[in-house]
């Protein structure tokens, strides 16, 4: 199985702040990999597919980097509603993996 | 509205059973792979299980094979997971999602439903 690991497991940012989150394979997946936003309650929410395409109706504060092992999410300004967990997903091999998760908290 | 919507979950003995559905709207079920995703409480995100669009292939997580099956009913817009052989470890709330594309990312998610093995 392809192992996900992010970084940092958790951070605290003020509004406006530029927030970086890390994720890693175990190996090559090319550009097969997704960021999701979980607020608590509730389901995943879609931000970033491909590794750097922007789901329709994200906003465009929202970037995504990366290929191979090395991924990067972006948040170029933090908004109030960005809190949660963030999470990358592998989607190369099955079975498809998820990162441990980053939870973004507001100053 | 483009939804997903889950039940049949709730509080089963170990070694019981349970079937969960998703009853999918707004789009046109039929055209896509179907997955659940689990997450047990306070922990992170676990992928389970999918099915093809026209319910002939699937894939299990090695967690749950032989004792979880996927399955769809296109005619009623409706996945479902038939569980059996519940184990305490399988405690979670279940998503149903929809994956798009050949990128494998899952764009539509329900908002679960909540399974607890506990005697």
């Known amino acids: 199985d392809i192992q996900m690991t992010q970084s940092p497991s958790s951070l605290s940012a003020s509004v406006g702040d530029r927030v970086t989150i890390t994720c890693r394979a175990s190996?090559?997946?090319?550009?097969?990999l997704t960021w999701y936003q979980q607020r608590p309650g509730i389901a995943p929410k879609l931000l970033i597919y491909a590794a750097s395409s922007l789901q329709s109706g994200v906003p465009s504060r929202f970037r995504g980097s990366g290929s191979g092992t090395d991924f990067t999410l972006t948040i170029s300004s933090l908004q109030p509603e960005d809190f949660g967990t963030y999470y990358c997903?592998?989607?190369?091999?099955?079975?498809?993996?998820f990162g441990p998760g980053t939870k973004v908290d507001i100053k | 509205e483009v939804q997903l919507v889950e039940s049949g979950g709730g509080l089963v003995q170990p070694g019981g059973s349970l079937r969960l559905s998703c009853a999918a709207s707004g789009f046109t079920f039929s055209n896509y792979w179907m997955h659940w995703v689990r997450q047990a409480p306070g922990k992170g995100l676990v992928w389970v299980s999918r099915i093809n669009s026209d319910g002939s292939t699937t894939t299990y997580a090695d967690s749950v094979k032989g004792r979880f099956t996927i399955s769809r009913d296109n005619a009623k817009n409706t996945l479902y997971l038939q569980m059996s052989s519940l184990r305490a470890e399988d405690t979670a709330i279940y998503y149903c999602a929809k994956s798009n594309g050949g990128y494998w990312y899952f764009d539509l998610w329900g908002r679960g439903t909540l399974v607890t093995v506990s005697s």
């Open positions: 190996q090559s997946i090319s550009s097969f």
């Open positions: 997903q592998q989607s190369y091999s099955i079975p498809f993996t």
